[in-house]
């Protein structure tokens, strides 16, 4: 998905491996942590930030384990909006969202 670009991309991570963290931050990823980071209030405002960030990007790659990534993805694609990398299930109201867009 970068085809060589220098654009900047958003990187939206728990940090459960630091090293695959750094190699996207060092090739043009950036983050986004509020004020406060690790405290209980800052972890929540992190993750809806990241989540509403996700869902109005261009592109977004999930992680197919993460429950989060599948939140956004039935975001995505109620607002007709793809998710390229994860698999779409064969029922898609999964998430008490995607009910909610229709």
Avoid at 25 to 51: C, N, R
Wanted: aromatic letters at 14%; one cysteine or more; proline letters at 6%.
């Amino acid at each position: 998905f970068r085809n060589g670009s220098t654009d900047k991309f958003y990187v939206g991570t728990d940090n459960y491996h630091p090293a695959w963290t750094q190699r996207l931050l060092s090739i043009g990823g950036i983050t986004y942590h509020a004020k406060g980071f690790g405290e209980p209030i800052s972890v929540i405002a992190d993750m809806l930030l990241d989540m509403w960030i996700f869902v109005d990007a261009e592109v977004f790659l999930g992680n197919p384990l993460s429950t989060l990534s599948y939140n956004v993805c039935s975001i995505r694609w109620a607002a007709g909006k793809s998710c390229p990398n994860m698999p779409r299930p064969d029922n898609t109201k999964h998430c008490f969202v995607y009910d909610l867009m229709q």
